[in-house]
Structures are given as structure tokens and as C-alpha cells.
């Protein structure tokens, strides 16, 4: 079945620096869009980073644009985020999604709190 797990998350001070990962199964990788997304407490849940399929092009909210970048490396079957100059307001659960046709995956979740 398919699985989308992440990692990396934890507690950093602010300015510091956090690289997510989400390893992925039961899906043919390099086929499919990966996403970022995360979601405060008491907050909608927002689209923070995308990768196209197999080495395309990449978006990012504005709020982290020049701080974050997504990447992926499709022989690993995984997708990262590389999270640099973290801020307070960065503070949330951070999911992985997997795009394409009718799929539409989530990972579980990883805490990152920035606060000194």
C-alpha cells in the first residue's frame, strides 16, 4: 500500500536550520508530484512547498521563499525539505503529500518548533 513517512522534525532556535525527509512506497515515485504542507495550531492547513514529477520545476509559498527547498532524489524513492533562517511563525506539523491522478497521499506528520 502506499506510504509516505517523515522525518526530521524537532525543536531549533530561531535562525537555525532543520532538512525534512519523507520516504515513500507503494507508488511508482518518480511518476507522482511531492508536496510540503503544514498546519499551526488553531490554522488551516497550507501548500508550503512543491516538486513537479521527475526533475521539474518547484514552487514555494512566499512565506518561505529563499529559506526553504524542496528537493528529491527519485533512486531513494524520498523527498526533502531544506528548512534555513527558521522563525517562530515557521512552528507547525509539517506533512509530506504525494500528487498524481487519483492519488493523493499523506504522511503522518513531524513537530518543528522553532523557539529559543
Known amino acids: 500500500q502506499v506510504q509516505l513517512v517523515e522525518s526530521g522534525g524537532g525543536l531549533v532556535q530561531p535562525g537555525g536550520s532543520l532538512r525534512l525527509s519523507c520516504a515513500a512506497s507503494?507508488?511508482?515515485?518518480?511518476?507522482?508530484?511531492m508536496n510540503w504542507y503544514r498546519q499551526a495550531p488553531g490554522k488551516e492547513r497550507e501548500l508550503v512547498a512543491s516538486i513537479s514529477r521527475g526533475y521539474g520545476s518547484r514552487n514555494y509559498a512566499d512565506s518561505v521563499k529563499d529559506r526553504f527547498t524542496i528537493s528529491r532524489d527519485n533512486a531513494k524513492n524520498t523527498v526533502y525539505l531544506q528548512m534555513n533562517s527558521l522563525k517562530p511563525e515557521d512552528t507547525a506539523v509539517y506533512y509530506c503529500n504525494a500528487a498524481r491522478g487519483s492519488l493523493n497521499a499523506w504522511g503522518q506528520g513531524t513537530q518543528v518548533t522553532v523557539s529559543s
Open positions: 507503494g507508488f511508482i515515485f518518480s511518476t507522482a508530484a
